[in-house]
C-alpha cells in the first residue's frame, strides 16, 4: 500500500488502462491506482519525467522569489548615486575562507589615469572585506504590507559598500537594480499574458462555440489587428504616452497594450478547437441532458485544451517580457526611474560604456536564462498534460 505509483506510460490515462491487467503482488495494485488517480496527479506523474522542465522549474521559482521581494537580495539603494564611484567593476563573492563558511569579496582600489583624467578601478587582492548574512540594511517593502531592513548578505563594517555586479556610469550598484528591475520585467510579463489569455479564451471561445454573426465580427476583428504591423504599433502607443505620467501609470498602460495586441493568436487556435469539439459525441450528450452552454464550455470543452492553454501561456510569457525589454530599451517603455531590465540595457547602448564596463549588458543574460527556461518550462507542462502524447 506503501508504494508509489509509477509514471504514466506514453499514451496517457487510456494506455495506462490497458496497460493495468491485473498483476500478481504489487504492480497489480500499482496498475490500479491509475484509475483512482486524479488529472492532476496523473500531470504531476509525467511531469516529473522531464528532468530538464523541473531543473528549469527550479531556476524559475528562484527567479520569482527575488522578484516578490528584491529589497532582501539587494545590498544597497538602487537609486542612490554615489559620484565617486562610477564604474566600479564586479566584486566577486568568495563564499569559503580556510576551509569555513566565511563570504567575503576583495576590495577595490582606483586610481586617476593621467592622461584621461578618468578614474580607473582595479580590484584590490590584499583587501578582504568580510560580508554576513541577514544584516540589516536600508529599509524596504516587503509586497507593500510592511517596511523591513534584513538583507540577505551586506558587509560586516556598516560604512563600506561592496558592489557584486559592478555600478554604472552614475554610481548606482547594478546588482540591486537588476533584482529591482526583474520584478518589474517579470510582473509586466504574467500580468499581459494574464489579460492575453483571458481575452484569447473569451472571445475564441464564444467565436468558435457560437459562430453566425458574432464569429464574424470577431474575426474581422483579430484580421485587423493581425494585419498591423507590431512593432510601429507598439513604437506608436508608447509614445503616445504622456511623459508626464508616474511610472505606476507608464506600467499600467504598457501591461494593457501588450496584452491588448497578444490575445489574437491564441483566439483563433481556441476558435478552431471549439468548432471541432462542439460536434463530438461528449458535447452532444451533454447538450442533449440538459446542460447549460456555461457549464459545457467551462466544464467539458476547456478542460480538453488544458494542455494547450497551459503550453500557450508559459510561451507567451518570454515574449512580453521580450517585447517590454525591447520597448524599454529603445526608450518607448518604461523609463526611468523606473528599472526594469530594458531599462537596464539603455546603458549598454553606448559602445563606449560597454568597453568600460562589459558588466552594463548582464541584464540581457538574464532576459536569456529566464526566457530559456520559461520555453522549456512551458514544453514540458505541455507534454504532461497532453493525454495523447
Given at each position: 500500500?506503501?508504494?508509489e505509483?509509477v509514471?504514466?506510460?506514453p499514451?496517457?490515462?487510456a494506455?495506462?488502462?490497458?496497460?493495468?491487467?491485473?498483476l500478481p503482488?504489487?504492480?497489480?495494485?500499482?496498475a490500479?491506482?491509475?484509475?483512482?488517480?486524479?488529472?492532476?496527479k496523473?500531470?504531476?506523474w509525467?511531469?516529473?519525467?522531464?528532468?530538464?522542465?523541473?531543473a528549469?522549474?527550479?531556476?524559475?521559482?528562484?527567479v520569482?522569489v527575488?522578484a516578490a521581494?528584491p529589497?532582501?537580495?539587494?545590498?544597497?539603494?538602487?537609486?542612490?548615486?554615489?559620484?565617486?564611484?562610477?564604474?566600479?567593476?564586479i566584486?566577486?563573492?568568495?563564499?569559503?575562507?580556510?576551509g569555513?563558511l566565511?563570504?567575503?569579496?576583495?576590495?577595490?582600489?582606483?586610481?586617476?589615469?593621467?592622461?584621461?583624467l578618468r578614474m580607473?578601478?582595479?580590484?584590490?587582492p590584499?583587501?578582504?572585506i568580510r560580508?554576513?548574512?541577514f544584516?540589516r540594511?536600508?529599509p524596504?517593502?516587503?509586497?507593500?504590507?510592511?517596511q523591513?531592513?534584513r538583507?540577505?548578505?551586506?558587509?560586516e563594517?556598516?560604512?563600506?559598500?561592496?558592489?557584486l555586479?559592478?555600478t554604472d556610469?552614475?554610481?548606482?550598484?547594478?546588482?540591486?537594480r537588476?533584482v529591482?528591475?526583474?520584478?518589474?520585467?517579470?510582473?509586466?510579463g504574467?500580468?499581459?499574458v494574464?489579460?492575453?489569455?483571458f481575452?484569447?479564451?473569451l472571445?475564441?471561445?464564444?467565436?468558435?462555440?457560437f459562430?453566425g454573426?458574432?464569429?464574424l465580427?470577431i474575426?474581422?476583428?483579430?484580421?485587423?489587428?493581425?494585419?498591423?504591423?507590431?512593432i510601429?504599433i507598439?513604437?506608436?502607443?508608447?509614445?503616445a504616452?504622456?511623459?508626464?505620467?508616474?511610472?505606476?501609470?507608464?506600467?499600467?498602460?504598457?501591461?494593457?497594450?501588450l496584452?491588448?495586441?497578444g490575445?489574437?493568436?491564441?483566439?483563433?487556435?481556441?476558435r478552431?478547437?471549439?468548432?471541432?469539439?462542439?460536434?463530438?459525441?461528449?458535447?452532444?450528450?451533454a447538450?442533449?441532458?440538459?446542460?447549460?452552454?456555461?457549464?459545457?464550455?467551462f466544464?467539458?470543452i476547456?478542460?480538453?485544451?488544458?494542455?494547450?492553454?497551459?503550453?500557450?501561456?508559459t510561451?507567451?510569457i518570454?515574449?512580453?517580457?521580450?517585447?517590454?525589454t525591447?520597448?524599454?530599451?529603445?526608450g518607448?517603455?518604461?523609463r526611468p526611474?523606473?528599472?526594469?531590465w530594458?531599462?537596464?540595457?539603455?546603458e549598454?547602448?553606448?559602445?563606449q560604456?560597454?568597453?568600460?564596463?562589459?558588466?552594463?549588458?548582464?541584464?540581457?543574460?538574464?532576459?536569456?536564462?529566464t526566457?530559456?527556461c520559461?520555453?522549456v518550462?512551458?514544453?514540458?507542462?505541455?507534454?504532461?498534460?497532453?493525454?495523447?502524447h
Amino acid at each position: 500500500m506503501g508504494e508509489e505509483p509509477v509514471l504514466v506510460p506514453p499514451g496517457g490515462r487510456a494506455a495506462a488502462e490497458e496497460a493495468a491487467v491485473p498483476l500478481p503482488g504489487v504492480e497489480a495494485k500499482v496498475a490500479e491506482a491509475f484509475y483512482v488517480a486524479p488529472n492532476w496527479k496523473l500531470v504531476w506523474w509525467r511531469f516529473r519525467r522531464h528532468r530538464l522542465a523541473l531543473a528549469s522549474g527550479a531556476i524559475l521559482l528562484l527567479v520569482s522569489v527575488v522578484a516578490a521581494i528584491p529589497g532582501f537580495f539587494a545590498t544597497q539603494d538602487p537609486n542612490e548615486a554615489i559620484s565617486t564611484e562610477l564604474f566600479v567593476p564586479i566584486q566577486a563573492v568568495h563564499l569559503f575562507d580556510g576551509g569555513r563558511l566565511r563570504p567575503y569579496v576583495y576590495g577595490v582600489r582606483g586610481e586617476r589615469n593621467p592622461k584621461t583624467l578618468r578614474m580607473e578601478w582595479r580590484i584590490d587582492p590584499s583587501q578582504k572585506i568580510r560580508l554576513r548574512f541577514f544584516g540589516r540594511g536600508y529599509p524596504y517593502s516587503v509586497l507593500g504590507l510592511f517596511q523591513w531592513d534584513r538583507h540577505l548578505l551586506l558587509p560586516e563594517e556598516q560604512s563600506v559598500r561592496v558592489h557584486l555586479l559592478g555600478t554604472d556610469r552614475l554610481g548606482r550598484d547594478q546588482w540591486s537594480r537588476l533584482v529591482y528591475g526583474t520584478q518589474v520585467s517579470l510582473s509586466i510579463g504574467l500580468v499581459a499574458v494574464f489579460l492575453s489569455i483571458f481575452l484569447g479564451i473569451l472571445l475564441g471561445g464564444v467565436s468558435g462555440y457560437f459562430g453566425g454573426w458574432v464569429d464574424l465580427v470577431i474575426q474581422r476583428a483579430i484580421e485587423v489587428l493581425q494585419s498591423l504591423p507590431p512593432i510601429p504599433i507598439w513604437m506608436a502607443l508608447t509614445a503616445a504616452l504622456p511623459r508626464t505620467w508616474s511610472v505606476e501609470r507608464v506600467y499600467f498602460a504598457i501591461t494593457v497594450i501588450l496584452s491588448l495586441i497578444g490575445w489574437t493568436t491564441l483566439a483563433r487556435e481556441v476558435r478552431g478547437r471549439f468548432l471541432s469539439l462542439r460536434e463530438e459525441d461528449f458535447v452532444v450528450a451533454a447538450r442533449l441532458a440538459g446542460c447549460k452552454r456555461r457549464r459545457i464550455i467551462f466544464r467539458h470543452i476547456l478542460p480538453t485544451m488544458a494542455s494547450h492553454i497551459i503550453a500557450a501561456s508559459t510561451l507567451a510569457i518570454p515574449v512580453m517580457i521580450i517585447n517590454e525589454t525591447f520597448l524599454s530599451f529603445l526608450g518607448l517603455g518604461l523609463r526611468p526611474p523606473a528599472i526594469s531590465w530594458g531599462v537596464l540595457l539603455q546603458e549598454a547602448q553606448n559602445l563606449q560604456s560597454i568597453v568600460l564596463a562589459p558588466w552594463l549588458l548582464l541584464p540581457g543574460l538574464a532576459v536569456i536564462i529566464t526566457v530559456l527556461c520559461l520555453n522549456v518550462l512551458g514544453d514540458g507542462l505541455r507534454d504532461a498534460a497532453d493525454p495523447y502524447h
